[in-house]
């Protein structure tokens, strides 16, 4: 089993490495972690742990991954993990395993970071590598292990995991807790040691006792680590993605209709952002929501809800309209393209679904590139970081090493994901090497003026032309 369930990663991201946890800082305590799941939230929350100074045995099953990252090298792009990773490794607080056994038994706390994808057909999580995470550890326990899940979970699962490790184990001494990550891809090293609050659900004294050293490098720092039940804190990682989901939408139909009246959704957003109960952040317009939480979170929460007959009517249309937004914006493509892409080239410049990462989950390009296909186009397609995830997920797609070779010879250049290195593009230089004259910018990452006077029909989302 626990091959099967370490090559389903939960994913996070990293920031810029960060030295203000020097170890052994608690007067001699020390925490051993064993983490299960070399994911983003895995590895992340690995190399951060062992950051503060905690030992770390972060487990996989992948010889060629273990080797990678044993040699401080992360197999997935975020910034400052490699060197976060190399620092750690070297002083002796991280290490990697493909044994499971050893790593639970010498633990006071067994992270589950593995993956709770989409179950095909009823949308709801997919828990069997979770409880097939709990058979595995289940022999390995000895003394009293805090076992937390870090993945996100639905409402009741770690009393699941309490119900089948009585089972398993009536003899064993342990806890189970809740401990949800709220890291952003492309900025999780940041998140993790600068976080809002940390959130631990729990009814055990000893476990709080426990995840409150655990945590104590942080709470130095007057990081807010907030104790609630179980039930809570599960609730509350599926209902934070599922409001900002709904930012998403609701700025992006904003959009829509600031076009209808000939107002600027940028100026809308930050007239309304300015109010401290609104905020400013994921007020952007684009393509769609993507990646590995909102899409999967929003629908497991509407399962949840249904299935205890509250149904959550507002968050079923978030997740209505962001289907709809993808499709959209092809056809957007296709209108400004003249009413057809066939015999056309289009440029695209970004695939993966938000810049500082190679993740390509329900990345809205995933969308758009085929339905342009289908429609006649050639798609010509360049991404800093992505090309390696989304060669097999695009087939037909021509990938290129820039994103002036991408715009070479085409007709139509659109901007999917927002890199800051296409923000810095020399206009005069894109059109020169193009063959036509459309630039939709479905991240509104350009000048409208500039754009135009540099010989653009341009079309961006939600401003005047």
Sequence with gaps: MIGEFLTHHTRASAHNGVD?????????????????????????????FS???WTVTC??????????MADGKSPIYEPGLDELLA????????????????????????????????????GYADLSYVYGAVEELAPHLNGFTVITTKS??????????????????????????SNPEFLREGSAIQDFTHPDRVLVGLDNERAQERMELLYK??????????????????????????????????????????????????ELASAIGKDRRIGEKFLHPGPGYGGSCFPKDVSAIIRTARENRSPLSLIEQVQTVNDERKIAMATRIERQAGGSVRGKTVAVLGVTFKPNTDDMRDAPS?????????????VRAYDPQGRKQAEPMLPGVEWCESALEAAKEADILAVLTEWNEFRALNLSDLKAAMSGDVLADLRNIFNAKSATENGFRYDSIGRPG
């Design 152 to 177: 996100t979970v639905p409402v009741g699962t770690s009393r699941e995991i309490e119900k089948r490790l009585k089972e398993l184990r009536p003899d064993a001494d342990y806890a189970v807790c």
């Design 217 to 266: 490098p942080l709470s130095l720092r007057n990081a807010p680590v907030m104790f609630v039940s179980r039930e809570s804190a599960e609730l509350a990682k599926y209902a934070a993605n599922a409001f900002l989901a709904m930012k998403i939408s609701f700025i992006n139909e904003m959009a829509d209709l600031c076009e209808a009246v000939g107002a600027d959704v940028q």
């Design 20 to 48: 203000e946890f020097p170890p052994h800082h608690l007067g001699g305590s020390e925490v051993k972690i064993c983490m299960i799941g070399a994911g983003y939230v895995g590895l992340v929350s690995a190399a951060c």
């Design 59 to 68: 487990v996989d099953n992948d010889p060629e991954r273990l080797a990678q």
């Design 51 to 53: 950051e503060f100074g």
């Design 87 to 122: 620092r750690n490794i070297e002083a002796g607080r991280l290490k990697f395993s493909g044994e499971l056994g050893p790593a639970v038994k010498d633990a006071d706390v067994v992270f589950l970071a593995v993956g709770t994808p989409m179950r095909r057909g009823d």
């Design 366 to 378: 995933l969308v758009i590139v085929p339905m342009l296909q289908e429609r006649g186009a050639t």
